[in-house]
């Protein structure tokens, strides 16, 4: 019996054959398959393919490192900027006078100005929001904020947070940040 044939010799009316057929069918065909040297592989575990092939488990323990990845810039004293520390704005151009000053230096808090405008932000993109926002600039998907302001050094020269941030070491951000 074909697997479409009509059993109840009602024309035009086909129904599939029984779970235990296909079984049956399945059954011979994978007999047929082994009998002329096939191999079935078992599918191997993801978790095991990596084991096996020496790669380490894609979780890792935080663990502290002298090496790697920079930790995230979380306070100002990482960077070793001290309360009432003015920062200047680098990027567009502005009409009205923009800074800011540090307000904490174990966390990013800053009063950010545009003219007689004034807002206590709690980081360096929300700075440059409220910046970008007064200006009725674009502001950016996903802004970042340190190229956009920078600190005076003694020289006179400005230089931005993120030039300050990646020349320090990973193991001095490290000791600052505290904890």
């Known amino acids: 019996m074909t697997e479409l044939e009509n059993k109840n010799n009602v024309p035009g009316m086909t129904s599939e054959p029984s779970k235990e057929e296909q079984s049956a069918s399945l059954a011979d065909k994978v007999q047929e398959f082994l009998g002329k040297g096939g191999e ?28 790697g990845r920079k930790p995230v810039l979380t306070c100002w004293k990482m960077l070793n900027v001290k309360i009432g520390t003015s920062l200047v704005w680098t990027g567009k151009e502005s009409k009205v006078q923009v800074s800011a000053r540090v307000l904490d230096d174990y966390s990013m808090k800053m ?8 807002k206590i932000v709690d980081g360096l993109m929300r700075a440059e929001i409220f910046i970008k926002e007064s200006m009725k600039l674009p502001v950016p998907k996903k802004p970042q904020g340190w190229n956009s302001w920078g600190l005076m050094d003694k020289k006179g020269k400005v230089r931005s947070v993120y030039s300050i941030y990646s020349t320090t070491d990973h193991q001095t951000l490290l000791n600052r940040r505290g904890y």
């Open 40 to 67: 079935i592989k078992k599918p191997v575990n993801r978790r095991q393919k990596r084991a096996s092939s020496g790669k380490s488990s894609k979780r890792k323990a935080a663990a502290v490192s002298s090496s």
């Open 111 to 118: 009063e950010v100005f545009y003219g007689k405008r004034k």
